[in-house]
T-cell receptor
Framework: GAVVSQHPSWVICKSGTSVKIECRSL??????MFWYRQFPKQSLMLMAT?????????EQGVEKDKFLINHASLTLSTLTVTSAHPEDSSFYIC????????????FGPGTRLTVL | GIQVEQSPPDLILQEGANSTLRCNFS?????LQWFHQNPWGQLINLFY???GTKQNGRLSATTVATERYSLLYISSSQTTDSGVYFC???????????FGTGTRLQVTL
């Protein structure tokens, strides 16, 4: 149980284009999902917290107009990188909380974005 | 915000050896998780352990919340244990996890 999927697993795009990444909880409902970014040989850095039906909460230094987050249902959150630039190239990982006593987070397999 | 540091940053083991990874955190926590990130980037949940001791096969973990640290024990290491191990903590009322600096483990034959 508690499986999280992401799509696509990797994407290459041209500078200036927008890319949408989907995060789905497959076997549970997730009122809260999270988006992280990880650069090579570094730890995960939280970008934003996404709550179903409300606006996302962004961490300091993360541009909300550049990284658009939508959490329209209890099983789906999307991250859109708008007007992507080479410096946005990174590994993007989502996670979800399976509601319950423990609030344990489960992570998706990640999406590797390369902007040319 | 809360600081989470892991040690050692890098570790090379011969297959069959045992190891202990440490996670120190700077404030009280109400959630602590250990993860293994495999070479493909997938984070695998190892333990949810805000306090106490748990064991799962060759792995075990202990969190001493009052002293603000957690330990992950790997016994009889295998090459498939290679990867990066992260601890992550949740403090206060926030639902977000703060990740540690990670320990990169390489198990050789």
């Amino acid at each position: 149980g508690a499986v999280v999927s992401q799509h696509p697993s990797w994407v290459i795009c041209k500078s200036g284009t927008s890319v949408k990444i989907e995060c789905r909880s497959l076997d549970f409902q997730a009122t809260t999902m999270f988006w992280y970014r990880q650069f090579p040989k570094q730890s995960l850095m939280l970008m934003a917290t996404s709550n179903e039906g409300s606006k996302a909460t962004y961490e300091q230094g993360v541009e909300k107009d550049k990284f658009l987050i939508n959490h329209a249902s209890l099983t789906l959150s999307t991250l859109t990188v708008t007007s992507a630039h080479p410096e946005d190239s990174s590994f993007y990982i989502c996670s979800a909380i399976a509601s319950g006593v423990y609030n344990e987070q489960f992570f998706g397999p990640g999406t590797r974005l390369t902007v040319l | 915000g809360i600081q989470v540091e892991q040690s050692p940053p890098d570790l090379i083991l011969q297959e069959g050896a045992n190891s202990t990874l440490r996670c120190n955190f700077s404030d009280s926590v109400n959630n602590l998780q250990w993860f293994h990130q495999n070479p493909w980037g997938q984070l695998i949940n190892l333990f949810y352990i805000p306090s106490g001791t748990k064991q799962n096969g060759r792995l075990s973990a202990t969190t001493v919340a009052t002293e603000r640290y957690s330990l992950l024990y790997i016994s009889s290491s295998q090459t498939t244990d290679s990867g990066v191990y992260f601890c992550a903590v949740k403090a206060g009322t926030a639902s977000k996890l703060t990740f540690g600096t990670g320990t990169r483990l390489q198990v050789t034959l």
